[in-house]
């Protein structure tokens, strides 16, 4: 999967799972997965709320990724 070789990359080359890159890529993922969640199920509340929470935190996380560098 492209995740887990994503994830031995960045393990490989930080040995802290908490780094932004990480933490951008995890909630992009749920993102993705929440997304295509909603396109069969329109009127599942709950997860438009995580969506909307997902994606505010990859926002958040990627302003701050951007001030690291």
Do not use: A, C, Q, Y
């Given at each position: 999967m492209v995740?887990?070789?994503f994830i031995s990359?960045?393990?490989q080359k930080e040995a802290n799972r908490g780094s932004?890159?990480?933490q951008v890529f995890s909630?992009?993922?749920k993102i993705?997965?929440?997304t295509s969640h909603l396109e069969l199920h329109r009127k599942d509340y709950l997860s438009q709320r995580g969506l909307r929470e997902n994606s505010g935190?990859?926002?958040t996380l990627a302003v701050l990724f951007?001030?690291?560098k």
């Open positions: 995740k887990n070789l990359v960045i393990s932004v890159e990480f909630f992009t993922n993705r997965r929440l935190k990859t926002s951007g001030k690291e």
